[in-house]
């Protein structure tokens, strides 16, 4: 067993180690400390940077979700955020094109970034780059379950919930009455699942307003780092890499709950 997963290992360590390597978040860490190295024509520099990036795809290659994400099947453009125009959800799609306008703006951020910060901030990018996988999987999951809700009413439902209640009531027959709770238990299972389902795609949507919000605060903190430069303490650092690195936990325990939700439909 072992020796299956060590090869298994060998096998898909060249295409996981691609993905990384081409991320455009490392890529920018990378082209900003070689611009800056040429600059001030500092081998030390170009020597930090290129650690900071080193450091950025090791992450991803220890990181489980990348690796599941990369060998998914998916293609490349499926395994990217969406553009908002392709999805059908309005409110997924508000919160995909802010995500899409935080991002651009960091990128922006960061190409003039001071080495020292770039190198600082690798764990972040890299807790980063793990956020927005998990918000490429809410929205595929988050789209699913519009998709399912707008073919459902759970209005109707509840009304034949209640006319059974009715003929219950109504039933001078025991094996009839019986027939009719047998009738109304499955009818209150479905509607149940019905608002589970609902309840799930709520929960899709505040996940995603949450990392939308997340993305769109930190270019004003890079700046701060940026401005503080030297004076930047290795706290402030930390910080930011300690509450990316609790959200994709959080965002993770709840993607692990969705795994688990089936989509019960009964016929109506």
């Known amino acids: 067993?072992?020796?299956?997963?060590?090869?298994?290992?060998?096998?898909?360590?060249?295409?996981?180690?691609a993905r990384s390597a081409?991320?455009?978040?490392?890529?920018?860490?990378?082209?900003?400390?070689?611009?800056?190295?040429?600059?001030?024509?500092?081998w030390a520099v170009a020597a930090l940077g290129g650690a900071a990036y080193a450091a950025l795809v090791a992450w991803d290659v220890m990181s489980p979700g990348f690796w599941k994400e990369t060998l998914s099947g998916r293609s490349e453009e499926e395994q990217?955020?969406?553009?908002?125009?392709?999805?059908?959800?309005?409110?997924?799609?508000?919160?995909?094109?802010?995500?899409?306008?935080?991002?651009?703006?960091?990128?922006?951020?960061?190409?003039g970034a001071p080495?020292?910060?770039m190198s600082h901030l690798g764990l972040a990018l890299s807790s980063l780059g793990e956020l927005e996988l998990r918000a490429v999987r809410l929205v595929r999951r988050g789209e699913e379950l519009s998709r399912y809700l707008r073919t459902v009413d759970p209005g109707a439902v509840r009304e034949q919930v209640r006319q059974?209640?009715?003929?219950?009531?109504?039933?001078?027959?025991?094996?009839?009455?019986?027939?009719y709770e047998s009738a109304r238990r499955a009818r209150e299972e479905h509607l149940t699942a019905l608002m589970d389902i609902h309840a799930a795609h709520e929960r899709v949507l505040a996940n995603l307003s949450r990392i939308a919000a997340t993305f769109q605060g930190l270019p004003a903190k890079v700046m701060r780092l940026r401005a503080l430069d030297a004076q930047a303490?290795?706290?402030?650092?930390?910080?930011?890499?300690?509450?990316?690195?609790?959200?994709?936990?959080?965002?993770?325990?709840?993607?692990?709950?969705?795994?688990?939700?089936?989509?019960?439909?009964?016929?109506?």
Not at 22 to 42: E, K, P
């Open 164 to 179: 059974l209640g009715e003929q219950i009531r109504q039933a001078r027959d025991a094996e009839a009455r019986e027939q």
């Open 1 to 17: 067993m072992a020796e299956r997963g060590e090869s298994t290992l060998v096998r898909y360590l060249p295409k996981v180690l």
């Open 233 to 268: 303490t290795d706290s402030m650092y930390g910080d930011l890499s300690e509450e990316l690195g609790r959200m994709n936990g959080e965002i993770q325990a709840f993607e692990d709950t969705l795994q688990s939700l089936k989509e019960v439909r009964v016929a109506s």
């Open 80 to 111: 990217k955020l969406p553009a908002p125009g392709r999805l059908e959800d309005p409110r997924i799609r508000d919160w995909v094109r802010a995500i899409h306008q935080a991002r651009e703006e960091l990128t922006r951020m960061l190409e």
């Open 22 to 42: 081409g991320s455009t978040l490392h890529l920018v860490v990378a082209g900003s400390s070689a611009l800056i190295a040429a600059a001030m024509h500092s």
């Open 115 to 117: 080495d020292g910060v």
